[in-house]
């Protein structure tokens, strides 16, 4: 099983569309759990970190269900801009240590 | 002001050859990171320092030698290069759990 594991997608979706990705690790140690989103040819960039109690941020919703060790990111109101790939993020036990990374979910939002 | 940077950010060169990656961080963080990005965009830990100390070593070919001069540099070292090792790496930095990743080096190994 991997250790964080995502739908590849990609996901087309038109201006305005509300879409969710969705994204399942495996270690139930794990910590601390993230969005990055990484534009084409370019680094990945810290989105949002995600809580239990769940935290939003604009337009965008993270959700986090330790038991189900499962991790969700809602993007509202989707913009031309939002296009790019979506990263689910977990960091294993103590800080310092390497980030864990999901294939990462690609979307792709048309006007 | 750039927070982590790296050169060169395209590398083509060919088998055999030796070549090295440099990274720098201004952000005052004690860790910084080498990771690699394959031909399928997944994005995979390779090393890890704190503070000039090797920490992580994840299953990485010993051709492969980072150096950290001092707690603002982490650099690599890639001896005899293969056609495998045609990626993307990244270097980041990091205090806690967040981490901040430089603009990547294009490695392409003819």
């Known amino acids: 099983r991997k250790e964080v594991e995502q739908d590849p997608g990609p996901f087309n979706v038109p201006e305005g569309a509300t879409v969710a990705f969705n994204c399942t690790y495996s270690?139930?140690?794990?910590?601390?759990f993230f969005w990055y989103r990484q534009d084409c040819r370019k680094e990945p960039k810290l989105l949002m970190s995600?809580?239990?109690s769940g935290n939003e941020d604009g337009r965008f919703t993270a959700q986090l269900n330790r038991a189900s060790q499962y991790i969700s990111l809602l993007i509202r109101d989707s913009k031309l801009s939002d296009s790019a790939t979506y990263l689910c993020?977990?960091?294993?036990?103590?800080?310092?240590?390497?980030?864990?990374f999901g294939k990462g979910t690609t979307l792709s939002v048309s006007s | 002001d750039t927070a982590v940077s790296q050169t060169p950010k395209y590398l083509v060169t060919q088998m055999g050859n030796d070549k090295s990656i440099k990274c720098e961080q201004n952000?005052?963080?004690?860790?910084m990171y080498w990771y690699k990005q394959d031909s399928k965009k997944f994005l995979k830990i390779m090393f890890s320092?704190?503070?000039?100390?090797?920490?992580i070593n994840e299953t990485v070919p010993n051709r492969f030698s980072p150096k950290s001069p001092d707690k603002a540099h982490l650099n690599l070292h890639i001896n005899s290069l293969e056609l495998g090792d045609s990626a993307v790496y990244f270097c980041?930095?990091?205090?806690?759990?967040?981490?901040?990743f430089g603009p990547g080096t294009r490695l392409t190994v003819t």
């Open positions: 980041a930095s990091g205090r806690g759990y967040e981490q901040y």
């Open positions: 270690n139930s140690a794990s910590q601390s």
């Open positions: 995600v809580y239990s």
């Open positions: 993020v977990v960091s294993p036990n103590q800080a310092g240590t390497a980030l864990i």
């Open positions: 952000l005052g963080h004690d860790t």
């Open positions: 320092y704190n503070n000039k100390e090797l920490i």
